[in-house]
């Protein structure tokens, strides 16, 4: 069988080499090009002997010319570098999923204010489809451009998704409180994500405004019949992986039973593989869902109020972006959307 050529932008950070490690194991996948700038034509495992026995790759400069001979790119890189590659991969047949924001948010002007910069390729963003498969499988299919989600908004998304649609709980008054591992902050060199700066503490920030509250808030908008109002507050966490958002919601209806919400929102992940509705009582960890492609819930009711709380996990990485990008991949070939991502987390 003729395997798929795919190429990857960025491929010496965080998230490209989490695409790689999921990618040389895929059985309809050949990786024809990675690409790192400071890294051409170093061997990709004189970096990651993680990968030693899988790729005999080295890293190349990122030439349109290599980029629009693979069948589909993924753009694993800072914020505006997708958008200078897609109207060139696009006119080339090349489908394109771009980990980083370039194509998340619909409004342009929103885009621009949060992103700080203009965007190179307008008229695309509305060609592209938002890649949370759970929300968006159909549109997918047929997509030339995913904008893969930011990990934060993975995270929240799927655990306000059911409940929002069904008009369970209140969307004015939603609170998001989540944290996440210091790879969310990339691999590039930054004092604030030095060991000594993150191990043995813990601290919010952003919390006047992060780049992720309008991403959630047009999410949530898109499923929501009533104006949404979200207060979304991220922290950074002593730990290499994981993303846990606790997220607090009204309920509209204060008899409902947490029984009764917790057979809905199970039932309505019951076919998704990467959606784990976890029984009542239940109290996820991040290590729980550590390297896979796993989001898993858990609902509860706070003090018997009328507040229902969500707990929601996954790894930054993975489900938060490689593991997304490569179900996202699948579900754009037509190949079965679990491929390459069935395996269980690493423990401890
Ligand atoms: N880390 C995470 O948990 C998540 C990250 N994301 C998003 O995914 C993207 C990648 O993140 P991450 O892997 O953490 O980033 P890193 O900072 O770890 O890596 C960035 C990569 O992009 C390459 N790069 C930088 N500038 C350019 C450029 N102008 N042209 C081509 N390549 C370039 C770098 O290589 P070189 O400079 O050598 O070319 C490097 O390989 C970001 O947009 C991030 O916001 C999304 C969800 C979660
Ligand atoms: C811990 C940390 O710094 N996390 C990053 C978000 C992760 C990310 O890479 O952002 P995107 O999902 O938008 O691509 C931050 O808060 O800026």
Redesign the pocket.
């Known amino acids: 069988m003729n395997k798929i050529k795919v190429g990857i ?10 695409l790689l490690r999921l990618l040389v194991t895929h059985p309809s996948i050949d990786v024809a090009l990675i ?6 034509g170093r061997e990709v495992v004189d970096l990651f002997p993680s990968l030693r026995g899988f790729t005999d790759l080295c ?1 190349s ?2 030439d349109t010319e290599l980029l629009t001979a693979c069948d589909l790119v993924f ?7 997708a958008m ?1 590659h897609a109207r060139a991969l696009t006119a080339a047949g090349t489908k394109l999923i ?4 370039d194509f998340r948010i619909r409004d342009i002007a929103t885009w621009e204010k949060w992103y700080g910069m203009q965007h190179a390729c307008p008229e695309l963003v509305a060609q592209a489809v938002y890649g949370l498969p759970e929300m968006n499988r159909q549109e997918i299919t047929n997509a030339m451009i995913v904008a ?4 934060y908004p ?1 995270a929240t998304t799927l655990g306000l998704l059911p409940l929002v649609q069904a008009g369970l709980i209140r969307s004015n008054n939603l609170i998001v409180d989540a944290k ?2 210091v ?6 060199a930054n004092v604030a994500s030095l060991f000594s700066e993150v191990a043995d503490s813990f601290r919010a920030y952003g919390v006047a405004g992060h780049r992720h509250h309008p991403e959630i808030t047009q999410n949530i908008q898109s499923v929501s019949k009533s104006t949404v109002d979200l207060t979304f507050v991220p922290h950074l966490v002593p730990m290499l ?1 994981g ?1 846990h958002a606790t997220i607090y919601a009204d309920l509209i209806d204060l008899d409902k039973s947490l029984e009764d919400v917790h057979h809905m929102v199970s039932s309505f992940y019951a076919d998704e593989a990467f959606v784990d509705v976890m029984p009542l009582g239940s109290h996820p960890d991040t290590r729980s869902v550590k390297t896979s492609n796993m989001c898993r819930i858990a609902l509860h009711k706070a003090g018997g109020s009328g507040k229902l709380v969500i707990l929601s996990v996954i790894d ?2 993975t489900k ?3 593991g997304q990008a490569v179900q996202n991949m699948n579900i754009m070939l037509g190949l079965d959307e679990t491929l390459g991502l069935m395996s269980p987390a690493v423990m401890p």
């Not at 753009?75 to 570098?81: C, D, F």
């Not at 893969?148 to 990990?151: A, E, I, L, S, V």
């Not at 790879?183 to 590039?188: E, I, L, Q, S, V």
């Open positions: 932008i960025g491929g010496t950070g965080y998230t490209g080499v989490e690409t790192s700038r400071a890294e051409a890293f400069p990122p753009s694993a890189t800072p914020n505006g570098i200078t771009d980990l980083a924001a893969n989600p930011g990990c993975t996440s591992g790879t969310g902050a990339g691999r590039g992986r993303i930054n990485l938060g972006a490689a």
